[in-house]
């Protein structure tokens, strides 16, 4: 052993009068650094609970999981991130995809406890130390994963809308279809929102695969009317679209739309062919609008005998007499109406159901599928079928119920619209002034300045508070239309000078009450603000009513009327067990895609009905 | 203020309430459909609760009413008064209340304004009070499934 191997351990004591190279105190004097990705943070409130951060995880170390206090409502799973950290692996792409900016990692890197169990956990679900740090990894500004632009739909000019009736929307080609579906972070937040819960991301999935015909048959499961709702669908799907929070909304409609018409339609039949036998049960059907057409087609599927009886010439209730050839033109609609037709349904036009005991004659004898035979009543309907679903809308305008509105020139908006489809001219001359807000309202302006008047909105409330589609309003706003809004219809007057010729719209101007959280302000006239204006027709468009007039009263005190609509049960029951109800007769949000799926839950509620029956008697 | 003026007043208002239940039974024979009926069966429904309020007030002291006032908001002011019909839709139906609803709160309110006893105001206002509740009601029904689309 040499003199070295004896004092070397001792050189080891040098140490103790030096500095310590560890840190005594890791969590407080070695932080991590400003941009570390340390354990996660989540904004609780903005989190929607999409799940593109469990999807795009590469460990699975991220499921979805319910958390006290969070409720599932529109536009939210209810749900929250739980993460496993035995399995994370801090890449951050959890942050880098999230819809919302919800989550985000702080720089705090030491977690200590016995329990395991602890380390997969909800962030944000319980109180953490780096809870309220500042820094840590979050996405950076103008960083994204995801596509935040929709790729524009191309349209008519506004001047070049104006010379015709021809649809304003060109649609997507293949190249734009695929780039705008490819935004798609599949997650299905739209499908809860979607009143016929319509596969959205199936479809979307199948544009990116070049999968027309398969993203046809997954819009068939829900929805009979791709190609009239590819176009005009209120599209509830896109507000609650998760890529709306931090973007665009993923151009769901217009997607649909692309399956639509790329879809060959000699492929439709083949698409939507049903394996199920033939049924000898028959069930009546009280209009073809989207909600009567919509029962008529999974009734059929299911393999029973499907009568429609519709007043009109022609089929599409609403769709057809209630929205422009520009928004959605006649082919496209009667697209949709053939396939069912082409089925087996058979759809009897101009035959008006009437409440009388007596049968009266159809109204109109030359119509497409008119037989020229006796409309039955509903009580005979209700003797010779099996069950009957009626969803016969809101055909009745309101009027705006003041002084003068008897006058000549005053004209309601629906009439208008029933006129233009019927390939009448309404008689509107040059300047003409809108009453309302709504969908029914931009379209009568919108169809006026076609036809080359001078169009004036006039609506009671805010330009926000309109209930009609923000893109209807700027659109009506591109092609010329002008809006006063807070100006409250006073009376309207016949100016000597006129002669009958004009109107004179005597309005007020309002004043915004504001009416507490979650209710539209209300409108107070200001009687001291009044105004006169001399136009060429007034167009009221205020809202529809019901009309339940051919319901006979006995049967209607067993169906159940409140309130000028029909009361149901989740597929459609009435208190009748034969009768089954549905579409804007019965629905709150009265739009095309809530009475499409009124007639899918009403076909399973009447299946399922006569089923019962059929088993009844087969037991006794 | 003595009982038998109190008493007066309420019997007073609980003809005019009984008139309208009377109204509304009219009404429903003269209706022709059954959604009708249910509307015009439905108001008639609370007319008859307004009957047994005022029937109960008739054994409670002046002292113990509260008075209740809405803001006027004007909304069937100037709405042409719809004629009982065979025919009439949900909107003529919710006219023709808004307006009874309207003339009793005014005459409530003139009563009101002749009188300067305070008991007698405070009743007033009361009934006034009632009536243009009813009212209202009636105007958010007409806003809000009449007019939605203004």
């Given at each position: 052993?040499?003199?070295?191997?004896?004092?070397?351990?001792?050189?080891?004591?040098?140490?103790?009068?030096?500095?310590?190279?560890?840190?005594?105190?890791?969590?407080?004097?070695?932080?991590?650094?400003?941009?570390?990705?340390?354990?996660?943070?989540?904004?609780?409130?903005?989190?929607?609970?999409?799940?593109?951060?469990?999807?795009?995880?590469?460990?699975?170390?991220?499921d979805?999981?319910?958390?006290?206090?969070?409720?599932?409502?529109?536009?939210?799973?209810?749900?929250?991130?739980?993460i496993?950290?035995?399995?994370?692996?801090?890449?951050?792409?959890?942050?880098?995809?999230?819809?919302?900016?919800s989550?985000?990692?702080?720089?705090?890197?030491?977690?200590?406890?016995?329990?395991?169990?602890?380390?997969?956990?909800?962030?944000?679900?319980?109180?953490?130390?780096?809870?309220?740090?500042e820094?840590?990894?979050?996405?950076?500004?103008?960083?994204?994963?995801?596509?935040?632009?929709?790729?524009?739909?191309?349209?008519?000019?506004?001047?070049?809308?104006?010379?015709?009736f021809?649809?304003?929307?060109?649609?997507?080609?293949?190249?734009?279809?695929?780039?705008?579906?490819?935004?798609?972070?599949?997650?299905?937040?739209?499908?809860?929102?979607?009143?016929?819960?319509?596969?959205?991301?199936?479809?979307?999935?199948?544009?990116?695969?070049?999968?027309?015909?398969?993203?046809?048959?997954l819009m068939?499961?829900?929805?009979?009317?791709?190609?009239?709702?590819?176009?005009?669908?209120?599209?509830?799907?896109?507000?609650?679209?998760?890529?709306?929070?931090?973007?665009?909304?993923?151009?769901?409609?217009?997607?649909?739309?692309?399956?639509?018409?790329m879809?060959?339609?000699?492929?439709?039949?083949?698409?939507?062919?049903?394996?199920?036998?033939?049924?000898?049960?028959?069930?009546?059907?009280?209009?073809?609008?989207?909600?009567?057409?919509?029962?008529?087609?999974?009734?059929?599927l299911l393999?029973?005998?499907?009568?429609?009886?519709?007043?009109?010439?022609?089929?599409?209730?609403?769709?057809?007499?209630?929205?422009?050839?520009?928004?959605?033109?006649?082919?496209?609609?009667?697209?949709?109406?053939?396939?069912?037709?082409?089925?087996?349904?058979?759809?009897?036009?101009?035959?008006?159901?009437?409440?009388?005991?007596?049968?009266?004659?159809?109204?109109?004898?030359?119509?497409?599928?008119?037989?020229?035979g006796?409309?039955?009543?509903?009580e005979?309907?209700?003797q010779?079928y099996?069950?009957?679903?009626?969803?016969?809308?809101?055909?009745?305008?309101?009027?705006?119920?003041?002084?003068?509105?008897?006058?000549?020139?005053?004209?309601?908006?629906?009439?208008?619209?029933?006129?233009?489809?019927?390939?009448?001219?309404?008689?509107?001359?040059?300047?003409?002034?809108?009453?309302?807000?709504?969908?029914?309202?931009?379209?009568?302006?919108?169809?006026?300045?076609?036809?080359?008047?001078?169009?004036t909105?006039?609506?009671?409330?805010?330009?926000?508070?309109?209930?009609?589609?923000?893109?209807?309003?700027?659109?009506?706003?591109?092609?010329?239309?002008?809006?006063?809004?807070?100006?409250?219809?006073?009376?309207?007057?016949?100016?000597?000078?006129?002669?009958?010729?004009?109107?004179?719209?005597?309005?007020?101007?309002?004043?915004?009450?504001?009416?507490?959280?979650?209710?539209?302000?209300?409108?107070?006239?200001?009687?001291?603000?009044?105004?006169?204006?001399?136009?060429?027709?007034?167009?009221?468009?205020?809202?529809?009513?019901?009309?339940?007039?051919?319901?006979?009263?006995?049967?209607?005190?067993?169906?159940?009327?409140?309130?000028?609509?029909?009361?149901?049960?989740?597929?459609?029951?009435?208190?009748?067990?034969k009768?089954?109800?549905?579409?804007?007769?019965?629905?709150?949000?009265?739009?095309a895609?809530?009475?499409?799926?009124?007639?899918?839950?009403?076909?399973?509620?009447?299946?399922?009905?006569?089923?019962?029956?059929?088993?009844?008697?087969?037991?006794? | 203020?003595?009982?038998?003026?109190?008493?007066?007043?309420?019997?007073?208002?609980?003809?005019?309430?009984?008139?309208?239940?009377?109204f509304?039974?009219?009404?429903?024979?003269?209706a022709q459909?059954?959604?009708?009926?249910?509307?015009?069966?439905?108001?008639?429904?609370?007319?008859?609760?307004?009957?047994?309020?005022?029937?109960?007030?008739?054994?409670?002291?002046?002292?113990?009413?509260?008075?209740?006032?809405?803001?006027?908001?004007?909304?069937?002011?100037?709405?042409?008064?719809?004629?009982?019909?065979?025919?009439?839709?949900?909107?003529?139906?919710?006219?023709?209340?808004?307006?009874?609803?309207?003339?009793s709160?005014?005459?409530?309110?003139?009563?009101?304004?002749?009188?300067?006893n305070?008991?007698?105001?405070?009743?007033?206002?009361?009934?006034?009070?009632?009536?243009?509740?009813?009212?209202?009601?009636?105007?958010?029904?007409?806003?809000?499934?009449?007019?939605?689309?203004?």
């Open positions: 052993m040499s003199l070295k191997d004896i004092l070397s351990p001792l050189t080891v004591w040098r140490r103790t009068a030096e500095k310590p190279y560890t840190v005594i105190d890791p969590i407080n004097d070695r932080p991590g650094a400003a941009r570390y990705r340390g354990f996660h943070k989540n904004d609780m409130e903005a989190c929607i609970g999409c799940g593109t951060c469990e999807t795009i995880c590469q460990n699975a170390a991220i979805l999981v319910p958390v006290e206090g969070i409720e599932t409502t529109n536009g939210d799973s209810g749900l929250r991130p739980q496993d950290y035995g399995r994370c692996c801090w890449c951050a792409l959890c942050v880098d995809i999230c819809t919302t900016s989550l985000t990692m702080s720089n705090e890197y030491i977690w200590v406890d016995t329990d395991p169990e602890v380390f997969r956990f909800v962030p944000g679900a319980e109180n953490k130390p780096w809870d309220n740090s820094l840590g990894y979050s996405r950076a500004e103008g960083y994204q994963l995801l596509d935040p632009e929709r790729v524009e739909m191309p349209e008519l000019e506004p001047d070049t809308r104006l010379t015709s021809i649809e304003m929307v060109q649609g997507y080609s293949a190249e734009q279809a695929k780039k705008e579906a490819d935004r798609c972070v599949e997650c299905g937040i739209c499908m809860a929102a979607c009143p016929a819960h319509m596969d959205i991301p199936g479809y979307i999935k199948a544009i990116r695969e070049n999968d027309i015909n398969g993203g046809l048959a068939y499961q829900t929805n009979p009317f791709p190609a009239s709702c590819g176009r005009i669908c209120t599209h509830r799907c896109e507000e609650v679209c998760a890529i709306n929070h931090t973007g665009d909304p993923i151009a769901i409609r217009w997607l649909k739309r692309y399956i639509a018409d879809a060959d339609e000699s492929d439709y039949q083949a698409i939507t062919k049903t394996a199920e036998p033939e049924r000898t049960e028959k069930v009546a059907i009280i209009g073809a609008g989207p909600g009567g057409l919509s029962a008529a087609y999974y009734l059929r393999g029973y005998q499907v009568t429609v009886f519709e007043a009109q010439p022609h089929g599409g209730g609403m769709l057809r007499y209630g929205i422009p050839e520009y928004r959605l033109p006649y082919d496209q609609l009667d697209k949709d109406i053939d396939l069912v037709a082409s089925l087996g349904v058979e759809i009897k036009y101009n035959t008006r159901i009437n409440g009388l005991k007596e049968s009266n004659g159809p109204k109109e004898s030359d119509g497409p599928g008119s037989d020229g006796p409309a039955p009543s509903f005979q309907l209700y010779d099996d069950a009957v679903f009626f969803s016969t809308g809101l055909p009745d305008p309101y009027t705006l119920g003041i002084q003068g509105e008897d006058h000549p020139r005053v004209i309601s908006g629906i009439s208008i619209l029933e006129d233009v489809t019927a390939g009448k001219t309404p008689d509107l001359r040059k300047s003409v002034a809108v009453v309302g807000g709504g969908n029914v309202a931009m379209d009568a302006a919108r169809t006026a300045r076609r036809m080359g008047c001078e169009v909105v006039l609506y009671r409330r805010r330009e926000v508070d309109m209930p009609a589609d923000e893109e209807e309003i700027t659109e009506a706003k591109e092609e010329g239309v002008k809006f006063i809004t807070q100006a409250i219809p006073v009376r309207i007057e016949d100016k000597p000078e006129a002669k009958g010729e004009q109107a004179a719209f005597v309005w007020g101007e309002a004043e915004m009450v504001d009416q507490g959280e979650d209710r539209r302000p209300k409108p107070v006239l200001q009687e001291d603000k009044i105004h006169t204006d001399l136009f060429d027709t007034v167009v009221p468009a205020i809202g529809q009513g019901s009309s339940l007039d051919f319901i006979p009263e006995d049967m209607a005190a067993k169906i159940g009327i409140i309130k000028y609509k029909i009361k149901v049960g989740l597929h459609g029951e009435t208190g009748e067990p009768i089954f109800a549905g579409g804007d007769i019965s629905n709150r949000l009265k739009d895609i809530s009475a499409i799926a009124d007639g899918h839950r009403a076909a399973k509620g009447i299946d399922r009905y006569l089923r019962e029956n059929q088993s009844k008697k087969e037991t006794s | 203020m003595p009982d038998t003026q109190y008493s007066e007043i309420i019997d007073f208002a609980l003809k005019r309430e009984k008139e309208a239940v009377q509304y039974t009219e009404l429903e024979h003269i459909f059954a959604s009708q009926k249910e509307l015009l069966g439905e108001i008639k429904g609370m007319e008859q609760g307004h009957v047994k309020i005022l029937e109960n007030l008739k054994t409670k002291s002046p002292e113990a009413i509260r008075v209740e006032r809405v803001p006027n908001f004007m909304a069937s002011t100037y709405l042409v008064e719809a004629q009982p019909a065979k025919d009439m839709n949900y909107q003529d139906i919710l006219i023709i209340a808004m307006k009874r609803e309207d003339r709160h005014a005459l409530y309110e003139e009563l009101l304004q002749q009188t300067e305070p008991e007698l105001r405070k009743i007033f206002e009361m009934l006034a009070g009632e009536e243009s509740k009813h009212k209202r009601f009636f105007e958010d029904l007409y806003d809000k499934y009449v007019q939605p689309d203004n």
